[in-house]
T-cell receptor
Framework: DTGVSQNPRHKITKRGQNVTFRCDPISEHNRLYWYRQTLGQGPEFLTYFQNEAQLEKSRLLSDRFSAERPKGSFSTLEIQRTEQGDSAMYLC????????????FGPGTRLLVL | SQQGEEDPQALSIQEGENATMNCSYKTSINNLQWYRQNSGRGLVHLILIRSNEREKHSGRLRVTLDTSKKSSSLLITASRAADTASYFCATDPGGSYIPTFGRGTSLIVHP
């Protein structure tokens, strides 16, 4: 069990550019979640996968955001035409599914949009 | 809107003292979880308490749940400087699989 990993850990980009983040969950975890966290706030839910199916998306997830989990393993979160308001920590978490709801979080990707 | 809200927002204590944080929520839940987050890091799961449980212990942690008041508390006994972190409660409103987090309590333990 190597834990949830996220890459990159930090990303600085200019407004209008596209960025993509990757999350590798704990192997055999069925559920994968993406959250966004800004300073002084708790994580805000963005989207959730059960295996490869994206089952729910938050209204926070504008059409500039897209997430995939093509083979039910790793996931990517892409932000197109970034805005300064997208600056935040993007957290990924995975859980085994079933009745075991505990989420295991990755270290996060900190995005700064200039 | 936030389902869970932690109180206080900030707590500053001396090493060895106990720290108590509270969480209130709005709708029925199946379980409530507490997480810790060190500055700039991901969240670490501390403890899960189910709606049919009233109290749970894990090491120096004690969590209580009062579903009639829709509230939970996290007690850290004999605090250490290493306990300095933000603490979040997360609930699953309506039994969804999507934990909803509060804004957290920032705990500082002075050595």
């Amino acid at each position: 069990d190597t834990g949830v990993s996220q890459n990159p850990r930090h990303k600085i980009t200019k407004r209008g550019q596209n960025v993509t983040f990757r999350c590798d969950p704990i192997s055999e975890h069925n559920r994968l979640y993406w959250y966004r966290q800004t300073l002084g706030q708790g994580p805000e839910f963005l989207t959730y996968f059960q295996n490869e199916a994206q089952l729910e998306k938050s209204r926070l997830l504008s059409d500039r955001f897209s997430a995939e989990r093509p083979k039910g393993s790793f996931s990517t979160l892409e932000i197109q035409r970034t805005e300064q308001g997208d600056s935040a920590m993007y957290l990924c978490a995975s859980s085994p599914g079933g009745v075991r709801e505990t989420q295991y979080f990755g270290p996060g990707t900190r995005l700064l949009v200039l | 809107s936030q389902q869970g809200e932690e109180d206080p927002q900030a707590l500053s204590i001396q090493e060895g003292e106990n720290a108590t944080m509270n969480c209130s929520y709005k709708t029925s839940i199946n379980n409530l979880q507490w997480y810790r987050q060190n500055s700039g890091r991901g969240l670490v799961h501390l403890i899960l308490i189910r709606s049919n449980e009233r109290e749970k212990h894990s090491g120096r942690l004690r969590v209580t749940l009062d579903t009639s008041k829709k509230s939970s508390s996290l007690l850290i006994t004999a605090s250490r400087a290493a306990d300095t972190a933000s603490y979040f409660c997360a609930t699953d409103p309506g039994g969804s699989y999507i934990p909803t987090f509060g804004r957290g309590t920032s705990l500082i333990v002075h050595p």
